[in-house]
Nanobody, 115 residues
Framework: QVQLVESGGGLVQAGGSLRLSCAASGRPFSITAIGWYRQAPGKQRELVATIGSSGRTNYGDSVKGRFTISRDNAKNLLYLQMNSLKPEDTAVYYC?????????WGQGTQVTVSS
């Protein structure tokens, strides 16, 4: 089992920045990939960014060049630095972790970008 808790969401003006954090507990050493997804009202959940155990990153097309994913393995923390935010980035952001036993989700954190 892996437990994930997101934090750092909030309200920001367009063009602003936010940094999300995800704290992993339970069996975080077993995680092979971890990342961020988001879901806006009335839309499907979509990939934001993932990072593998090797450090390889993958970004959704809509956030490339604006968002940066990183992880601190010693502290079992995952980050998402979001710059140049746009109103269309408004969504609930979820942390997801995958290990040999399954896929785990946090409860989500709301990000709202005002125009």
């Amino acid at each position: 089992q892996v437990q994930l808790v997101e934090s750092g969401g909030g309200l920001v003006q367009a063009g602003g920045s936010l940094r999300l954090s995800c704290a992993a507990s339970g069996r975080p050493f077993s995680i092979t990939a971890i990342g961020w997804y988001r879901q806006a009202p009335g839309k499907q959940r979509e990939l934001v960014a993932t990072i593998g155990s090797s450090g390889r990153t993958n970004y959704g097309d809509s956030v490339k060049g604006r968002f940066t994913i990183s992880r601190d393995n010693a502290k079992n923390l995952l980050y998402l630095q979001m710059n140049s935010l746009k109103p269309e980035d408004t969504a609930v952001y979820y942390c997801n972790a995958v290990n040999p036993f399954g896929s785990y989700w946090g409860q989500g954190t709301q990000v709202t970008v005002s125009s």
